[in-house]
């Protein structure tokens, strides 16, 4: 858009017989304010969509290729990983208590 603006404002030069360069390398004041392009956000819901659903898409391409071509071990219920973790948490808790 700025790349048009200029261009836009050599021709005008041009035109009414001025030349930029003669007088210095910076160019020359311009007339009208050139219009602001107002900023696009970037994740818009088009965007938020279709990138959630490739990245859903290739996790479940991957999990089945690596459930079909690897020998992957079951995972435990709910429960038994729920009564491990709080294994966990009270040894970790009686051996922060003893120090």
């Known amino acids: 858009m700025k790349l048009l603006g200029l261009g836009a404002n050599v021709l005008r030069l041009r035109a009414t017989g001025q030349n930029r360069s003669a007088n210095t ?4 004041k311009l007339r009208e304010p050139q219009p602001c392009c107002p900023k696009k956000r ?3 819901f088009k965007r938020i969509l279709s990138f959630s659903s ?3 898409g290739a996790g479940v391409y991957t999990g089945i290729y690596v459930s079909q071509n690897y020998e992957v071990p079951r995972v435990d219920d709910p ?3 729920m009564e491990r973790l709080n294994e966990k ?5 009686d051996q922060t208590k003893k120090k």
């Open 25 to 28: 390398c910076c160019p020359a």
């Open 42 to 44: 970037f994740w818009t």
């Open 54 to 56: 490739l990245t859903f």
């Open 79 to 81: 429960q038994k990983l």
């Open 89 to 93: 948490m009270k040894e970790l808790m």
